[in-house]
Protein backbone atom coordinates (compact mmCIF):
# COMPACT_ATOMS: atom_id res chain seq x y z
CA UNK A 1 0.00 0.00 0.00
CA UNK A 2 2.39 2.51 0.96
CA UNK A 3 4.52 1.56 -2.16
CA UNK A 4 1.27 2.30 -4.37
CA UNK A 5 0.99 5.64 -2.33
CA UNK A 6 4.32 6.11 -3.23
CA UNK A 7 3.70 5.64 -6.76
CA UNK A 8 1.02 7.96 -6.98
CA UNK A 9 2.71 10.32 -5.47
CA UNK A 10 4.93 10.17 -7.87
CA UNK A 11 2.55 10.43 -10.82
CA UNK A 12 1.19 13.52 -9.59
CA UNK A 13 4.07 15.32 -9.34
CA UNK A 14 4.55 14.84 -12.99
CA UNK A 15 1.46 16.15 -13.89
CA UNK A 16 1.98 19.10 -11.94
CA UNK A 17 5.91 19.53 -13.80
CA UNK A 18 4.19 19.32 -17.09
CA UNK A 19 1.82 22.12 -15.90
CA UNK A 20 -1.33 20.77 -15.46
CA UNK A 21 -3.79 22.44 -13.15
CA UNK A 22 -7.05 21.49 -11.28
CA UNK A 23 -9.90 22.86 -13.09
CA UNK A 24 -10.71 26.47 -11.77
CA UNK A 25 -14.38 28.39 -11.04
CA UNK A 26 -15.29 31.64 -10.30
CA UNK A 27 -16.71 31.52 -6.83
CA UNK A 28 -19.66 34.04 -6.24
CA UNK A 29 -18.93 35.74 -3.12
CA UNK A 30 -20.86 35.45 -0.17
CA UNK A 31 -19.86 38.89 1.15
CA UNK A 32 -18.86 42.00 -1.03
CA UNK A 33 -18.59 41.91 -4.68
CA UNK A 34 -15.29 41.91 -7.20
CA UNK A 35 -13.77 44.94 -8.37
CA UNK A 36 -13.31 45.57 -12.00
CA UNK A 37 -12.30 47.94 -14.61
CA UNK A 38 -12.35 48.52 -18.71
CA UNK A 39 -9.24 50.05 -19.82
CA UNK A 40 -9.93 52.48 -22.79
CA UNK A 41 -9.11 49.37 -25.62
CA UNK A 42 -8.77 51.85 -28.65
CA UNK A 43 -11.68 51.87 -31.36
CA UNK A 44 -12.07 47.66 -31.32
CA UNK A 45 -12.06 47.96 -27.39
CA UNK A 46 -9.13 44.82 -26.90
CA UNK A 47 -6.40 46.28 -26.52
CA UNK A 48 -4.57 44.94 -22.99
CA UNK A 49 -1.46 45.58 -22.24
CA UNK A 50 0.03 44.53 -18.49
CA UNK A 51 1.92 48.46 -17.98
CA UNK A 52 -1.59 49.42 -18.47
CA UNK A 53 -3.32 47.20 -15.53
CA UNK A 54 0.26 47.93 -13.51
CA UNK A 55 -0.48 51.21 -14.08
CA UNK A 56 -4.14 51.34 -13.09
CA UNK A 57 -4.00 49.85 -10.31
CA UNK A 58 -0.86 52.68 -8.65
CA UNK A 59 -3.29 55.31 -9.61
CA UNK A 60 -6.72 53.62 -7.72
CA UNK A 61 -4.78 51.90 -5.08
CA UNK A 62 -6.06 48.43 -5.62
CA UNK A 63 -5.69 45.59 -8.05
CA UNK A 64 -8.58 44.49 -10.52
CA UNK A 65 -10.37 40.84 -10.03
CA UNK A 66 -12.46 41.40 -13.90
CA UNK A 67 -10.34 42.91 -16.52
CA UNK A 68 -13.04 43.73 -19.82
CA UNK A 69 -12.71 43.97 -23.20
CA UNK A 70 -13.92 43.31 -26.67
CA UNK A 71 -14.39 40.50 -28.91
CA UNK A 72 -16.03 41.93 -31.88
CA UNK A 73 -16.83 39.46 -34.90
CA UNK A 74 -15.37 41.50 -37.54
CA UNK A 75 -11.99 40.45 -36.06
CA UNK A 76 -12.80 36.94 -37.04
CA UNK A 77 -10.55 35.51 -34.19
CA UNK A 78 -10.07 34.43 -30.60
CA UNK A 79 -8.17 36.97 -28.31
CA UNK A 80 -5.88 34.42 -26.91
CA UNK A 81 -3.28 37.05 -26.21
CA UNK A 82 -5.39 39.10 -24.32
CA UNK A 83 -6.92 36.65 -22.32
CA UNK A 84 -3.51 35.24 -21.18
CA UNK A 85 -2.23 38.80 -20.07
CA UNK A 86 -5.27 39.16 -17.90
CA UNK A 87 -4.78 35.66 -16.41
CA UNK A 88 -0.76 36.23 -15.10
CA UNK A 89 -1.80 39.44 -14.25
CA UNK A 90 -4.03 37.52 -11.68
CA UNK A 91 -7.54 38.69 -13.15
CA UNK A 92 -10.52 36.99 -15.00
CA UNK A 93 -11.00 38.06 -18.54
CA UNK A 94 -14.76 39.38 -18.95
CA UNK A 95 -15.21 39.49 -23.06
CA UNK A 96 -18.01 41.55 -24.67
CA UNK A 97 -18.13 39.23 -27.95
CA UNK A 98 -19.83 41.16 -29.86
CA UNK A 99 -20.96 41.22 -33.21
CA UNK A 100 -20.04 43.55 -34.99
CA UNK A 101 -18.51 44.53 -38.47
CA UNK A 102 -15.78 47.58 -38.89
CA UNK A 103 -16.00 49.95 -38.58
CA UNK A 104 -17.37 49.65 -35.09
CA UNK A 105 -19.45 52.79 -35.88
CA UNK A 106 -22.76 53.31 -33.08
CA UNK A 107 -26.54 54.09 -34.38
CA UNK A 108 -26.40 52.31 -37.75
CA UNK A 109 -28.21 49.32 -38.87
CA UNK A 110 -27.45 45.64 -39.21
CA UNK A 111 -24.26 44.94 -41.04
CA UNK A 112 -23.10 41.35 -42.17
CA UNK A 113 -23.45 39.99 -38.51
CA UNK A 114 -26.90 40.28 -38.29
CA UNK A 115 -29.03 38.12 -36.32
CA UNK A 116 -30.47 36.69 -39.15
CA UNK A 117 -27.71 35.43 -40.67
CA UNK A 118 -26.55 34.06 -37.30
CA UNK A 119 -29.63 32.33 -36.78
CA UNK A 120 -29.31 30.99 -40.31
CA UNK A 121 -25.73 28.92 -39.49
CA UNK A 122 -24.06 31.20 -41.48
CA UNK A 123 -21.22 32.47 -39.19
CA UNK A 124 -21.28 28.87 -37.52
CA UNK A 125 -17.70 28.13 -38.40
CA UNK A 126 -15.97 30.99 -36.83
CA UNK A 127 -18.47 30.16 -33.51
CA UNK A 128 -17.11 26.73 -33.60
CA UNK A 129 -13.62 27.97 -34.42
CA UNK A 130 -13.33 30.90 -31.44
CA UNK A 131 -14.86 28.16 -28.95
CA UNK A 132 -12.21 25.83 -29.73
CA UNK A 133 -9.62 28.01 -28.78
CA UNK A 134 -11.95 29.41 -25.45
CA UNK A 135 -11.62 25.69 -24.61
CA UNK A 136 -7.66 25.21 -25.19
CA UNK A 137 -7.34 28.44 -23.18
CA UNK A 138 -9.07 26.32 -20.20
CA UNK A 139 -9.17 28.69 -17.43
CA UNK A 140 -12.37 30.80 -16.53
CA UNK A 141 -13.74 33.30 -18.66
CA UNK A 142 -17.01 35.77 -18.06
CA UNK A 143 -18.57 36.23 -21.67
CA UNK A 144 -21.02 38.73 -22.40
CA UNK A 145 -22.33 38.07 -26.04
CA UNK A 146 -24.75 40.81 -27.90
CA UNK A 147 -24.87 43.41 -25.10
CA UNK A 148 -27.39 46.35 -24.39
CA UNK A 149 -29.81 44.84 -26.89
CA UNK A 150 -32.11 47.17 -25.44
CA UNK A 151 -30.58 50.12 -26.84
CA UNK A 152 -30.35 52.23 -30.00
CA UNK A 153 -26.53 52.20 -30.69
CA UNK A 154 -25.84 48.26 -31.96
CA UNK A 155 -26.47 46.93 -34.89
CA UNK A 156 -27.76 43.87 -33.17
CA UNK A 157 -30.63 46.29 -31.24
CA UNK A 158 -34.09 45.13 -30.90
CA UNK A 159 -34.84 48.42 -32.47
CA UNK A 160 -33.90 47.40 -35.94
CA UNK A 161 -35.99 43.62 -36.05
CA UNK A 162 -39.67 44.27 -34.87
CA UNK A 163 -41.61 45.92 -32.59
CA UNK A 164 -44.60 43.88 -32.99
CA UNK A 165 -45.56 41.11 -31.65
CA UNK A 166 -45.42 37.20 -33.43
CA UNK A 167 -48.69 35.95 -35.27
CA UNK A 168 -48.52 32.93 -33.08
CA UNK A 169 -50.42 33.05 -30.22
CA UNK A 170 -48.90 32.98 -26.53
CA UNK A 171 -45.58 34.10 -28.58
CA UNK A 172 -43.66 37.23 -27.53
CA UNK A 173 -42.55 40.44 -29.48
CA UNK A 174 -40.47 39.82 -32.90
CA UNK A 175 -37.23 41.31 -31.56
CA UNK A 176 -36.89 40.15 -28.38
CA UNK A 177 -37.68 36.37 -29.83
CA UNK A 178 -34.93 36.49 -32.38
CA UNK A 179 -32.48 38.03 -30.07
CA UNK A 180 -33.31 35.00 -27.71
CA UNK A 181 -32.70 32.78 -30.46
CA UNK A 182 -29.57 34.05 -31.54
CA UNK A 183 -28.24 34.05 -28.01
CA UNK A 184 -29.23 30.05 -27.64
CA UNK A 185 -28.10 29.46 -30.90
CA UNK A 186 -23.95 30.96 -29.76
CA UNK A 187 -24.40 29.63 -26.42
CA UNK A 188 -25.32 26.04 -27.79
CA UNK A 189 -22.59 25.83 -30.75
CA UNK A 190 -20.20 26.79 -28.02
CA UNK A 191 -21.02 24.13 -25.73
CA UNK A 192 -21.56 21.89 -27.91
CA UNK A 193 -18.04 21.74 -28.69
CA UNK A 194 -16.94 20.77 -25.22
CA UNK A 195 -16.56 24.24 -23.56
CA UNK A 196 -17.10 24.18 -19.88
CA UNK A 197 -14.34 27.05 -18.82
CA UNK A 198 -16.94 29.98 -19.97
CA UNK A 199 -19.91 31.65 -17.76
CA UNK A 200 -22.60 33.67 -19.64
CA UNK A 201 -23.58 37.26 -19.04
CA UNK A 202 -27.15 38.13 -20.24
CA UNK A 203 -25.67 41.91 -20.46
CA UNK A 204 -28.78 44.86 -20.80
CA UNK A 205 -28.68 48.15 -20.51
CA UNK A 206 -30.14 49.31 -17.41
CA UNK A 207 -32.48 51.96 -19.32
CA UNK A 208 -34.34 50.68 -22.11
CA UNK A 209 -34.41 52.80 -24.92
CA UNK A 210 -37.01 53.38 -26.26
CA UNK A 211 -39.17 52.58 -23.23
CA UNK A 212 -41.69 50.13 -24.87
CA UNK A 213 -43.10 47.25 -23.72
CA UNK A 214 -41.85 45.49 -26.25
CA UNK A 215 -38.21 46.35 -25.85
CA UNK A 216 -37.38 46.13 -21.75
CA UNK A 217 -35.13 43.70 -20.61
CA UNK A 218 -36.87 41.28 -19.79
CA UNK A 219 -38.37 40.15 -23.13
CA UNK A 220 -34.86 39.36 -24.35
CA UNK A 221 -33.91 37.13 -21.52
CA UNK A 222 -32.97 33.89 -23.05
CA UNK A 223 -33.16 31.48 -20.28
CA UNK A 224 -31.58 30.69 -16.70
CA UNK A 225 -30.00 27.44 -18.85
CA UNK A 226 -27.94 29.78 -21.16
CA UNK A 227 -27.06 32.38 -18.59
CA UNK A 228 -24.77 32.33 -15.46
CA UNK A 229 -25.04 35.95 -14.43
CA UNK A 230 -27.47 38.76 -15.00
CA UNK A 231 -25.53 41.96 -16.14
CA UNK A 232 -26.77 45.56 -17.03
CA UNK A 233 -24.51 48.49 -17.82
CA UNK A 234 -25.11 51.25 -15.39
CA UNK A 235 -23.99 54.99 -16.89
CA UNK A 236 -25.10 58.48 -14.94
CA UNK A 237 -24.34 61.57 -17.57
CA UNK A 238 -22.35 60.78 -20.23
CA UNK A 239 -22.10 63.28 -23.09
CA UNK A 240 -22.83 67.16 -22.31
CA UNK A 241 -26.79 67.74 -23.90
CA UNK A 242 -27.61 64.45 -21.08
CA UNK A 243 -29.15 65.71 -17.89
CA UNK A 244 -27.31 64.73 -14.76
CA UNK A 245 -28.70 61.42 -12.89
CA UNK A 246 -27.66 60.57 -9.51
CA UNK A 247 -26.23 57.05 -8.83
CA UNK A 248 -29.41 55.74 -7.04
CA UNK A 249 -31.58 56.87 -9.57
CA UNK A 250 -29.82 55.21 -12.55
CA UNK A 251 -29.53 51.93 -10.31
CA UNK A 252 -32.36 51.12 -7.69
CA UNK A 253 -35.38 50.59 -10.54
CA UNK A 254 -33.23 48.26 -12.27
CA UNK A 255 -31.73 46.38 -10.06
CA UNK A 256 -35.35 45.40 -8.98
CA UNK A 257 -36.16 44.47 -12.86
CA UNK A 258 -32.99 42.53 -13.35
CA UNK A 259 -33.52 40.64 -10.28
CA UNK A 260 -36.74 39.43 -11.36
CA UNK A 261 -35.22 37.92 -14.62
CA UNK A 262 -34.23 34.87 -11.93
CA UNK A 263 -34.41 35.04 -7.98
CA UNK A 264 -31.37 33.02 -7.87
CA UNK A 265 -27.92 33.89 -10.27
CA UNK A 266 -25.92 36.51 -9.14
CA UNK A 267 -25.72 40.12 -10.97
CA UNK A 268 -22.77 41.61 -12.68
CA UNK A 269 -22.47 45.19 -13.40
CA UNK A 270 -20.76 44.66 -16.39
CA UNK A 271 -20.32 48.33 -17.46
CA UNK A 272 -20.65 50.84 -14.92
CA UNK A 273 -19.13 54.84 -15.34
CA UNK A 274 -20.36 58.76 -15.18
CA UNK A 275 -18.73 61.82 -17.13
CA UNK A 276 -17.21 64.94 -15.80
CA UNK A 277 -19.11 67.69 -15.75
CA UNK A 278 -19.12 69.70 -12.76
CA UNK A 279 -21.69 72.23 -14.29
CA UNK A 280 -24.15 69.61 -14.27
CA UNK A 281 -23.52 67.49 -10.82
CA UNK A 282 -21.09 66.44 -8.53
CA UNK A 283 -19.28 62.75 -10.29
CA UNK A 284 -17.12 62.55 -6.78
CA UNK A 285 -20.35 61.92 -4.99
CA UNK A 286 -21.46 59.93 -7.97
CA UNK A 287 -18.31 57.97 -7.64
CA UNK A 288 -18.40 57.71 -3.71
CA UNK A 289 -22.20 56.99 -3.49
CA UNK A 290 -21.54 54.17 -6.21
CA UNK A 291 -19.09 52.20 -3.71
CA UNK A 292 -20.35 53.37 -0.68
CA UNK A 293 -23.91 51.92 -1.37
CA UNK A 294 -23.06 49.13 -3.98
CA UNK A 295 -22.21 46.39 -1.27
CA UNK A 296 -24.48 47.28 1.34
CA UNK A 297 -27.55 48.08 -0.37
CA UNK A 298 -27.52 45.85 -3.04
CA UNK A 299 -26.36 42.60 -1.99
CA UNK A 300 -27.18 40.39 -5.54
CA UNK A 301 -24.65 42.33 -6.87
CA UNK A 302 -21.32 40.80 -6.86
CA UNK A 303 -18.89 42.33 -9.75
CA UNK A 304 -19.00 46.14 -10.80
CA UNK A 305 -16.67 46.62 -14.03
CA UNK A 306 -15.67 50.66 -13.97
CA UNK A 307 -15.49 51.91 -17.46
CA UNK A 308 -12.49 54.06 -17.80
CA UNK A 309 -12.26 56.08 -21.05
CA UNK A 310 -12.45 59.37 -22.41
CA UNK A 311 -13.02 60.58 -26.22
CA UNK A 312 -14.06 62.93 -28.32
CA UNK A 313 -17.61 63.92 -29.30
CA UNK A 314 -19.13 64.65 -33.04
CA UNK A 315 -19.74 68.40 -31.74
CA UNK A 316 -16.39 68.58 -30.57
CA UNK A 317 -17.00 68.01 -26.83
CA UNK A 318 -14.91 65.87 -24.73
CA UNK A 319 -16.52 62.43 -22.31
CA UNK A 320 -14.27 62.09 -19.58
CA UNK A 321 -14.81 58.47 -17.44
CA UNK A 322 -11.46 57.72 -16.29
CA UNK A 323 -11.52 57.51 -12.95
CA UNK A 324 -8.49 60.14 -12.69
CA UNK A 325 -10.69 62.73 -14.90
CA UNK A 326 -10.59 65.09 -11.96
CA UNK A 327 -7.98 64.91 -8.35
CA UNK A 328 -11.84 65.04 -6.36
CA UNK A 329 -12.77 62.26 -8.37
CA UNK A 330 -9.63 60.14 -8.29
CA UNK A 331 -9.42 60.83 -4.38
CA UNK A 332 -13.53 59.15 -4.05
CA UNK A 333 -12.16 56.27 -6.01
CA UNK A 334 -9.48 55.56 -3.87
CA UNK A 335 -11.11 56.14 -0.74
CA UNK A 336 -14.05 54.12 -1.57
CA UNK A 337 -12.01 51.11 -3.42
CA UNK A 338 -10.54 50.79 0.30
CA UNK A 339 -13.57 49.07 1.58
CA UNK A 340 -12.23 45.27 2.35
CA UNK A 341 -15.84 44.69 0.71
CA UNK A 342 -14.94 45.80 -2.59
CA UNK A 343 -12.70 42.14 -3.58
CA UNK A 344 -9.71 42.93 -5.84
CA UNK A 345 -8.85 39.22 -6.67
CA UNK A 346 -11.19 36.46 -7.79
CA UNK A 347 -11.67 33.95 -5.85
CA UNK A 348 -11.63 30.32 -7.53
CA UNK A 349 -13.55 27.11 -6.23
Given at each position: MRRWLLLSGLLVGVVWAQGAE?????????????????????????????????????????????IAFSSFWGRQSFP????DLVSVYGAIPLIYWSPWD?????????????LLSIVAGKWDDYID???????AYGKPLLVSWGLEMNGTWFPWSGCFYGAEKK?????????AELYKKCYRHVVGRVRARGVENIEWVFHANDYSSPWEDWNL?????????????????????????????????????????????????????????????PESGSKPDWVRDALRDLPRDFPRIKGAVFWNERWENADGTYSNLRMWSSPESMK????????????????WN
Open positions: PAKKLRVPERGLYLGAYLDGGDAEDKVSREAMDAYDKKVGKSQAIRKQVEPYMQDRGPDRFSRWADEAKAAKGSGYVAMKEYYPGGDVVDWLGMSVYGKQFRDNKWVSFRDCIDYAYQDLGKLDPKKPMLLAEIGVGEFAFREGAKDPLWLGRPD
